[in-house]
């Protein structure tokens, strides 16, 4: 550095004072909102908008604060006001990112037939769930190809895995619930979900021991854990910003994936150099199969497709992540708000014994649940399906983004989304729509069942009347999803969980109101809402008392 340099250094250094340093740093921070508003993309004047009805940089600002606390109203006011007069409207959006086109029902069909290319769940995803930072790198994020190992293999190897989850199910909740048949003992509802799903999901996911380790399930649920927080953050700094703050705050994420892969990466060494055995015809590996887990299913796919990428050890132990972040709090969330639902029905109503003699008319005498047995479950099933109805957790959930360059034209409503636009669908307006839901307001478990039940009783002669009360009745089960429906998603993109997701369900509901007496709660302590997501009420409690003879 010559003399000159180091005394212009000098001289900016000496100049530098803490109410400089926080002034110019303010400044930073506003011209990096200014520029992430102004590249942003701009929807068309014709489709009108909620929140503070300006399109200009103080309405963005006011309306990102207001998103916080009034998201959910703009939601199910725009819904009445516009998505039923078949109009979309526009949802204000957190700060650092584009706002939602919110689309009427009627074009719920016409999102759904946009193929990938032009109207991106991936991209959307990644952007909301800041995917290059939060699941540890950018290369990872160029595909979602754990999305994909899961849409391939999950459905078809399902009613195989059932004996096993069953089993992981009835060992957790002995564990978590306990054996005392004589006190009643009062559990932390949202503890006791979390502490019961991540080990099942990950009976699936790495299978045993690995689903029972401590560790293991503790850097999992921290990590999710982390990646919701990382994105609300992440949310409130510019865009421009990311690439330094996304990287800080993900050291987090690291370290647990750090802790987690200890256990998993033997795991998936040794299943690579099995299957490699497999296929190379080795004498000794005659009669092995690979246990069906997600992590022979990532294996599998990746070796279909010759993919060197994904064949790396380290790389499959991250693709596990964005599966857990999927699976343990979406379960959790559904399980808690669904005990919620049931346990503040009026006990007059007899619901909770409803659907325990359910349980007990198709409980196997002997040995497992079937697939069979589980699908008989026609209560059980309709009453997470209302559950999920009701209690929605989050008010559109379902996100697409538009990528391609010359961006997306609606025919019906004449207008045409610029390239980067969120699109949503209006979940908490139809989940609560009365004109599709009668008596919408309030949890009515077995709105879905009495319809299947009764499709059940009619006689050969009376369904070959009426077909279309089968089509309806099928059309109701709790991993149907439609437009009316959508807590799966809906489309090719659709949860791929949900049908691992309904088993899981129905076996802990079966072992919770087998074996246990649990009291019913007077009033459903109400979750709050915070931007496009509930914060679940974290404190409720039940008490149960374990079922003399079920120990
Ligand atoms: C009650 C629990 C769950 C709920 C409510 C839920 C809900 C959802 C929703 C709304 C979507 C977005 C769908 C769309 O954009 O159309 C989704 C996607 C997904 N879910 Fe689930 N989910 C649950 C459990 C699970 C579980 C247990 C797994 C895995 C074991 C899983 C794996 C996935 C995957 C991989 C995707 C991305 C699919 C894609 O982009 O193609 N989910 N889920």
Not at 139 to 156: G, I, P, V, W
Not at 208 to 223: A, D, G, T
Not at 500 to 523: N, R, S
């Amino acid at each position: 550095m010559t003399q000159q340099t180091l005394s212009v250094v000098g001289a900016v250094l000496d100049s530098l004072t803490w109410t400089r340093v926080v002034g110019y740093g303010f400044l930073l921070l506003v011209a990096s909102f200014i520029f992430d508003t102004a590249s942003q993309p701009r929807y068309p004047k014709e489709i009108p908008w909620m929140g503070d009805g300006g399109r200009g940089l103080l309405a963005k600002v006011r309306n990102s604060i207001s998103y916080f606390t009034l998201h959910r109203t703009w939601i199910q006011e725009g819904y009445y006001k516009y998505g039923k007069q078949d109009v979309a409207f526009v949802n204000p959006a957190s700060i650092s990112r584009p706002d939602d086109v919110v689309l009427p029902r009627s074009q719920i069909a016409w999102m759904m037939d946009q193929p990938d290319a032009v109207l991106s769940a991936d991209h959307a995803h990644s952007h909301i769930l800041h995917s290059p930072y939060n699941f540890l790198g950018h290369d990872l994020n160029r595909e979602a190809f754990a999305s994909r190992a899961m849409h391939k293999y999950l459905a078809r190897h399902l009613s195989g895995l059932i004996p096993g989850v069953e089993d992981e199910v009835n060992a957790a909740v002995d564990d978590v619930m306990g054996t005392d048949t004589e006190n009643w003992t009062k559990l932390n509802l949202w503890e006791m979900w979390l502490a019961i799903v991540p080990r099942v999901t990950n009976r699936l996911l790495v299978g045993e021991p690995i689903c029972r380790e401590e560790l293991f399930l503790k850097s999992m649920v921290k990590f999710v854990d982390d990646v919701i927080r990382n994105s609300f953050l992440l949310t409130m700094f510019p865009f421009v910003l990311h690439p330094i703050v996304g990287r800080l705050l993900a050291i987090s994420n690291w370290l647990h994936w750090r802790a987690a892969s200890r256990f998993v990466l033997p795991v998936i060494k040794q299943r690579m150099h099995d299957m490699e055995q497999k296929e190379l015809g080795n004498p000794e590996y005659k009669d092995w199969t690979p246990p069906e887990d997600f992590i022979t299913w990532d294996i599998r796919l990746a070796r279909l497709e010759r993919n060197s990428f994904e064949l790396n050890p380290a790389v499959i132990s991250k693709r596990i992540l964005p599966i857990e972040f999927a699976a343990i709090h979406t379960t959790t969330l559904t399980g808690q708000s669904l005990m919620l639902d049931l346990l503040t029905t009026r006990p007059e109503d007899g619901v909770l014994d409803a659907l325990r003699d359910e349980i007990n008319a198709h409980k196997p005498a002997a040995g497992h649940w079937t697939k069979i047995g589980l699908t008989s479950l026609l209560r059980v099933d309709s009453s997470i399906r209302e559950s999920q109805r009701l209690s929605n957790f989050a008010s559109t959930l379902v996100e697409r983004q538009v990528i391609a360059r010359e961006g997306l034209h609606n025919p019906t409503l004449s207008w045409t989304l610029p390239y980067g636009a969120f699109v949503t669908v209006n979940l908490e307006g139809t989940h609560h729509d009365d004109e599709l839901y009668p008596g919408g307001q309030a949890y009515d478990p077995f709105r879905y069942s009495r319809v299947r039940e009764a499709w059940e009783l009619k006689s050969e002669d009376e369904r070959q009347k009426n077909p279309e009360d089968g089509t309806k009745a099928r059309g109701l089960g709790m991993v149907t999803t439609s437009d009316r429906h959508l807590a799966f998603g809906h489309g090719r993109h659709a949860c791929p969980g949900r049908f691992f997701v309904a088993h899981e369900l129905k076996l802990i509901m079966a072992a919770i109101l087998t074996k246990y007496d649990i009291k019913m709660i007077d009033q459903r302590p109400q979750p709050q809402w915070f931007g496009a997501t509930i914060i679940p009420p974290l404190d409720a409690c039940v008490e149960i008392r374990r079922k003399p003879g079920t120990a």
